[in-house]
């Protein structure tokens, strides 16, 4: 593949594409090869060191599942350029999008955008979810791709979601030595998710291959983690069923409840918005013209979903008919129900709203507690009156946190995003009424 | 040190690390703790791994809030964290 490798010195530079994809995870990269094969000079942006996204985040190409592997070898003979370790930062509807790769900043101008940007994990606040040593799931599987040693350290993986058994099957095989591995689910709603998922048999093998990895520890189910407790690191973690308790010692506490879609940049760029997944028709196309989503900004449903998403997203985006591809359109369907299934049988229980005390941190930037956060209140005015959201993750954490604990929608989003650094930005933001930057090289 | 390895600085001591390891697992493997100290002076590391929390940030060859869960480690780079007093 055509590896954009530096960006252009000039803030005022422009990159010129037929389609721009944001986020190179399986949708993004389906959406790209598809896009570029069908003919469109396709730019795909990603902030990974290579393309893959979370799912797909690889150090050796020889360590991807098989259809990773296809798929990143099919991107590669597309076509398609790719901007690696690189942000966009802010967007206007008519496709001209601020990218920022390290200190550089650049403009992209695209006849149509794709947003892939993914998922986040939800975190819930509990009791010592601060301490070195607590994370998300899918930051302990981040971090042990990333070259993590766990070789020896007690772990807990904990929470809600279909990633429970593939991370605790990983942190096994490492070496890790598990000392629970919970979900909060109960039992009779996973037999539920069981169920669905006998109508994608693949689903069910990797969860039998993820248990035996670690066959000798308990799976509970209708169990979560209550607190986490250590002087300056996790040490041990008490968990519950809801009828006793019991604590174990552990210094690599993994805790997160499921995925959230990522849709600050449809936000920004005006998409209609529907329970926190952008609204999408047939052809995965948003309410505003010549802007489409696909993949988990739609609605959760893992990577087998965004592969058909971003495929009619690249087709569509490249001018092309998708109907004409009858497995993507049934595919697509068929998909949407699991996404149904999971939200159902992963749902939350009413418990884990009770888990912070009065001063457990809840804004973890700007360490606001729980007790100066009034539930009656929106995230605009915690926004106001304690400065909840406003550090650098931009409530990328405490603002789904705050949407499962209070009820409140997410406050509007404003550029830039990602809290980049000030040098790229300093004088290129977007102008929306009096010209672009571009438009003034000449 | 092999082809297959780098060498870092972390709060001034040397650490040889695979080639393509990513900073925040280095650290961590490192023992360090202490990724940077929150606004009330609290101990924190990353949660995400994903380039989100911004909790993993320390100052990589002197330039200051840099998410390591985002940045491979290469030959030479010079790393200050909290926990060396540094970030």
């Known amino acids: 593949m055509t590896l954009v490798e530096k960006a252009p010195s000039s803030a005022t530079d422009v990159v010129e594409c037929d389609v721009a994809v944001v986020g190179g995870g399986p949708a993004g990269i389906a959406a790209a090869a598809r896009a570029a094969e069908s003919g469109a000079g396709t730019l795909l942006i990603d902030q990974g060191v290579h393309p893959g996204g979370q799912v797909w985040r690889h150090r050796n190409e020889a360590d991807l599942p098989h259809v990773a592997r296809r798929w990143i070898e099919r991107l590669g003979r597309s076509g398609a350029r790719v901007m690696t370790q690189s942000a966009v930062t802010d967007a206007t509807p008519d496709g001209l999008l601020r990218v920022v790769r390290g200190r550089a900043g650049m403009s992209v101008r695209a006849g149509t955008v794709v947003i892939a940007t993914g998922a986040r994990e939800l975190f819930i606040p509990y009791p010592g979810w601060t301490l070195p040593g607590a994370m998300g799931i899918g930051g302990g599987q981040a971090m042990l791709k990333g070259g993590l040693d766990v070789r020896g350290r007690r772990a807990v993986v904990a929470g809600s979601g279909p990633l429970i058994l593939p991370v605790a099957a990983a942190m096994a095989r490492s070496g890790a030595l598990l000392q629970g591995v919970l979900e909060q689910a109960s039992v009779g709603r996973l037999a539920s998710f069981g169920t669905s998922l006998l109508r994608h048999p693949s689903k069910l093998i990797d969860g039998a291959r993820y248990r035996s990895a670690f066959a000798c520890t308990a799976y509970r189910t209708g169990s979560w983690i209550v607190r986490a407790e250590g002087d300056g690191r996790v040490e041990r973690v008490v968990m519950t069923d809801g009828k006793r308790s019991w604590s174990r010692e552990c210094d690599l506490l993994c805790c997160s409840y499921g995925l959230v879609p990522n849709v600050d940049l449809a936000s920004l760029l005006g998409c209609v918005i529907d329970d926190g997944r952008v609204v999408v028709d047939d052809w995965q196309r948003t309410s505003v013209a010549r802007i489409l989503a696909a993949g988990e900004p739609t609605g959760i449903g893992g990577e087998l979903a965004a592969l058909t998403e971003g495929q009619i997203a690249g087709l569509v985006a490249a001018g092309r008919n998708p109907a004409g591809e009858a497995a993507l359109t049934r595919g697509r369907s068929s998909w949407l129900r699991f996404s149904g299934q999971l939200a159902t049988s992963f749902a939350l229980r009413d418990e884990l709203r009770h888990l912070a005390q009065a001063d457990t941190i809840v804004c973890r930037c700007e360490d606001v507690p729980r007790s100066r956060l009034d539930p009656s209140w929106t995230a605009r005015q915690a926004k106001l009156y304690t400065r909840t959201g406003m550090g650098p993750c931009q409530g990328a954490v405490c603002g789904a946190a705050c949407h499962f604990l209070f009820g409140w929608p997410a406050d509007r989003v404003r550029p830039p995003l990602g809290a980049p650094e000030v040098a790229a930005v300093a004088g290129s933001a977007i102008a929306t009424d009096a010209g672009h930057p571009s438009e003034s090289r000449a | ?87």
Request: proline share 6%; aromatic share 2%; charged share 15%.
């Open chain 2, 1 to 87: 040190m092999t082809n297959a390895e780098v060498e870092i600085v972390v709060d001034g001591r040397r650490v040889v690390v695979p080639a393509g390891t990513i900073l925040a697992a280095a650290l961590a493997n490192e023992g360090v703790q202490a990724f940077r100290t929150s606004v009330t002076g609290q101990p924190r590391a990353p949660i995400c791994g994903m380039g989100s929390c911004f909790e993993c940030r320390v100052t990589v060859d002197g330039r200051p809030h840099q998410r390591s869960c985002l940045v491979p480690c290469e030959h030479g780079m010079v790393v200050d964290t909290a926990s060396g007093g540094g970030a």
